[in-house]
């Protein structure tokens, strides 16, 4: 039984400041009924019961080669040793490394080698492919390190899925095309911002879906111009959800995330934007945030949008119960909700993080499974809606954290059958491509041939989420964009998608484009 004395316990152990705790005991953001009732429930995920002290108190973030190699010595002057340390730092060389002082916290440094937050983090050997880790260490001047790492960063495929076809335009006062440069808008109801204040994470995830964001390549989404969103939505009345992202929204100072949304509150040519997501995984790696001072003028503003009817989303990206179960972030979740703040979880099902596999190296259907079914009935537990789960893009280290189709199926299907309805996934398991998000529905006979069942939950063109199509059964294939169609040449969609994309480049050659001020 959980009691106040160990909610004290736990705040000292955790190195609370004395205003987080001022805050967490006025607030009553750690309940002893709720701890208890997780605690029982799910000890093997828990963080609430630890002991010992926490190894990482002396700065919030560590980041680039020199924050990793200073957690290393952190961990060897704690007996712990993660080795390999040439190949992880390839790793970091190639993409980047940023880790905070509270996951590292809520990492289990008994057993880090099997702790999925260890994995999210840290660069693991066999991330970067053999023969290019092999020629990195084989190298005999850092010259030639450098000229393959270099060429190896223009491999990863930053953008993949077409997105910079997705960059929205206008025609502008003086008759010039006007790109909205840090914005995706490819589905009708939804735009995307990738706004100047956001480009940086909280941490960097190994499986990075938009390192070119935050390795800062030249050609990244950036968007400096608050006014300019502003007026695209004018003319966009079929956008009902602005989604903030990244990098990370939750960098976003109180005053920009006013200047998006105070003329959608006031301005009555923008009532159809009802709804401002914020893609943030500031729960996961930095919860404290929430429980600072310097975070109840961000409160307030949240109960303003509230009164005036427009929803606040933030989107968090749980992938496992252990990112939740640590009272840093439950305090911090239950701030948010004190504030009319909606919170869903979107989440990727990643090989070695979220997808687990057996001392023979096949996929645990059934531990993989589990980790869903406990991570949703958590989530449901704190009032979170369980969003989406989507599968890894062909981008970064693909071949590292994906797995066949074959088995996410199987998964998928536990998923859903262990569950009850309130707490499944708002949508079967997607998996992004340049012409939408593809669900897989599972398996299906036809006519004695096994074959996959798809769906369109968004698309290019939104007609085509009417009906399910099937692919033909790989046991292989990892990828839903590579599968063959059951039936004929190609997928009903093909010809069309390549129409769309095409008129999309068709339609600015010869116009004259405006020069945005950087």
């Known amino acids: 039984m959980i009691t106040d004395a160990d909610i004290e316990k736990i705040m000292a152990q955790y190195g609370y400041s004395a205003e987080i705790r001022e ?62 340390l040439e190949e992880r730092e390839l790793f970091i060389k190639v993409y980047r490394f940023m880790a905070t002082g509270h996951v590292l916290n809520v990492i289990d440094w008994d057993d880090f080698e099997n702790d999925p937050l260890f994995m999210l983090v840290f660069p693991q050997p066999g991330m970067i492919r053999k023969e290019t880790e092999d020629a990195y260490l084989n190298a005999a001047t850092e010259e030639e390190r450098r000229k393959l790492i270099d060429g190896y960063m223009e491999k990863t495929n ?71 969103v502003i007026e695209y939505l004018k003319l966009h009345p079929e956008v009902t959800d602005i989604i903030i992202t990244g990098g990370d929204a939750g ?60 929803q606040l989303a933030w989107m968090a990206h749980f992938s496992t119960p252990r990112e939740v179960l640590n009272p840093t972030t439950i305090a911090a979740i239950r701030r948010l909700k004190r504030h009319h703040v909606v919170i869903r979880s979107q989440s990727p099902m990643m090989n070695h993080v979220s997808l687990f596999r057996d001392g023979k190296g096949n996929v645990d259907v059934d531990r993989t499974a589990q980790n869903w079914i406990d991570l949703a009935l958590i989530l449901g ?28 199926a199987k998964i998928g299907d536990k998923i859903h059958r262990d569950l ?55 046991e292989g294939q990892n990828t839903i964009d590579s599968l063959e169609p059951l039936e004929g040449d190609e997928f009903f969609f093909r ?24």
Not at 48 to 76: C, H, N
Not at 395 to 403: K, Q, V
Not at 438 to 456: N, P, Q, R
Not at 503 to 515: D, H, Q, W
Request: contains cysteine; glycine residues 8%; proline residues 4%.
């Open 23 to 84: 805050t967490i005991e006025r607030e009553r953001l750690l309940p002893t009924a709720l701890l208890d009732r997780l605690q029982s429930i799910y000890p093997q995920h828990s963080g609430f019961m630890r002991t010992g002290d926490v190894m990482f108190t002396g700065r919030k973030k560590y980041s680039g080669l020199e924050g990793f190699r200073a957690i290393v010595d952190i961990l060897g002057d704690n007996g712990i040793l993660i080795g390999q």
């Open 495 to 518: 010809q069309e998608q390549r129409d769309i994309e095409n008129a999309l480049i068709e339609s600015l050659k010869g116009r004259k484009i405006a020069k945005v001020g950087s």
């Open 158 to 228: 930053p953008h993949d899925c077409n997105q910079l076809l997705n960059k929205p335009w206008f025609e502008n006062a003086d008759g010039e095309v006007e790109f909205v440069e840090g914005s995706q808008h490819k589905y009708p109801q939804c735009a995307l911002i990738f706004d100047t204040t956001t480009q940086d994470c909280f941490a960097f995830c190994t499986y990075c879906f938009r390192h070119a964001q935050v390795r800062g390549d030249e050609d990244m989404f950036c968007q400096r111009d608050p006014g300019q």
């Open 420 to 474: 009850a309805s309130i707490y499944r996934p708002s949508r079967y398991i997607s998996m992004t491509s340049s012409a939408g998000k593809i669900s897989l529905l599972g398996t299906v006979d036809v006519g004695g041939e096994k074959a996959f069942a798809l769906k369109f939950t968004q698309g290019r063109n939104m007609e085509w989420l009417n009906g399910v199509f099937l692919a033909r059964y790989d």
């Open 381 to 408: 537990t704190m009032h979170i809606g369980f969003h989406s789960m989507y599968l890894a893009r062909p981008t970064g280290e693909h071949h590292y954290f994906t797995a066949p189709l074959s088995e996410v």
């Open 251 to 310: 960098y976003i100072p109180l005053e920009r995330l006013k200047a998006f949304v105070m003329p959608i509150i006031e301005d009555p040519d923008l009532r159809h934007v009802r709804t401002v997501r914020l893609g943030t995984r500031v729960l996961t790696y930095l919860p404290e945030t929430v429980l600072s001072h310097d975070f109840d003028g961000m409160l307030d503003f949240f109960d303003t949008m509230y009164d005036s009817g427009v």
